[in-house]
């Protein structure tokens, strides 16, 4: 479990039976009108996809089913590595430790109040950010749909698969008052989320949830209590790793989505996207390269977003 760093003072309480969850409530040193910056920690962080076998240990800690995604090696497969392990002896090396993990500041905060700030990012490939070609396009949609061409109406966002927090940030920036950010991975979140929700002033009116998808979207309520429905949702998971017809099923029929939610998802190409999702009709759906994003909302935003430049 990573260890942050205090100005923190946290309490335990575990919040689903049989989850191994623990939540840490830290409140910031100064007093603010906002409400307590949330931390909830899962036991257990994710390892690096190197092997057949840590690959499935990967997709089982998301939930999912390995023997849908991967095929065993063959036979053919295992002598021949065997037979090469066996006739390089001499020439085999130690694997020594896992190099360190390390950031960048590739991305930034495209527009409001922190517009043009420099945010962290992963270099190695395991986190994903929303490219800032998608992400704009995002929020130039949100904003016509909502009726404002500068700012989001204001709301509160979830922010799913959340990873460096960019898109949450985003939001944040625009004018939504609280964001909730749900990303699995500890070291991601104590050196990558925190620090760019730090470095943008935005840690006061965020909520960190270190659970996988699927856990608190199950358990919605016990998170964000009963009043749980949000204004805007971003989904954007690893491509390889979800299946999104089941993703999708999952969240439109959890309860944070309500009548008037923005759903943003981010998928691949040749992935089905329904026109409906629930009570949410697709508003946009638009191409960028391999990457796609569709934008579903309540019916009333879909005259709306047709202003979008």
Known sequence: MAVLSSPFHATTDFLCPNSHLLSFRCKPTSI??????????????KKEILDYDQKREFLEQYGLNPDEF???????????KEQGNTGNENHTHL?????????????????????????LSPKSMDVRPMMEVVKGAAFSILQAAGGCTQYLRPGRWLDLYSGTGSVGIEAISRGCSEVHFVEMDPWVVSDVLQPNLESTGFLDVSVIHSVRVE???????????????FDYISVTPPYMLVDYAELMDQ?????VVGENTFLVVEYPLRTDMLESYACLVKIADRRFGRTHLAIYGPKWAQKKSKVET
Do not use: C, M, Y
Not at 33 to 44: L, M, T, V
Not at 95 to 106: A, C, I, S, W
């Open 32 to 45: 603010s009108r906002h409400r307590p910056f949330i931390i909830n920690f899962a036991s257990k962080p």
């Open 70 to 80: 991967l095929s065993k090696p063959s036979p053919k497969t295992k002598r021949r």
């Open 95 to 119: 694997k020594g430790p896992k190099p360190p993990r390390e950031t960048h500041k590739l991305l930034q905060v495209l527009g409001g109040t922190a517009r043009r700030k420099k945010l």
């Open 215 to 229: 856990i608190f979207l199950k358990n919605a309520e016990r998170f964000v209590g009963k009043d749980g429905v």
């Open 251 to 255: 969240v439109s029929n959890s309860s």
